[in-house]
């Protein structure tokens, strides 16, 4: 058998290795909007986040799953990571979703 039969064969299979590699797909991160009315304009939220209140929140069993928020309640209801309003009905500005509103005592994209 010649050399460059074997080696043909061998060098697709590793190109196609290296392709899938660059195949997945990308996602939002914490804070980063989703769920809007138009899915084309948002990535679906990343590993251990879900898509609540328009923005990727983070999957929890208990308040300590959450990351602290500068000046804001943060903490576990129901499996998921909420953001509380303050006692001015105010919510962070910090999040890359942009401003929240507060809606029944919760932060949510608006």
Do not use: W
């Not at 050399?3 to 997945?24: F, H, N, R, S, Y």
Request: with cysteine; aromatic share 4%; charged share 20%.
């Amino acid at each position: 058998m010649r050399p460059t039969i074997v080696l043909l064969p061998l060098l697709l299979i590793l190109v196609d290795g290296v392709a899938c590699k660059d195949d997945e797909s990308p996602t939002a991160a914490f804070g980063e909007p989703c769920g809007q009315d138009d899915p084309g304009e948002d990535l679906p939220c990343g590993d251990g986040l879900t898509c609540d209140n328009l923005y990727c929140e983070e999957v929890c069993e208990s308040d300590a799953d959450c990351r602290a928020i500068s000046g804001a309640m943060h903490v576990c209801d129901a499996g998921t990571c909420k953001i509380f309003c303050d006692a001015d009905n105010a919510c962070p500005t910090s999040l890359p979703v942009g401003p929240l509103q507060c809606v029944f005592e919760t932060c949510v994209a608006s």
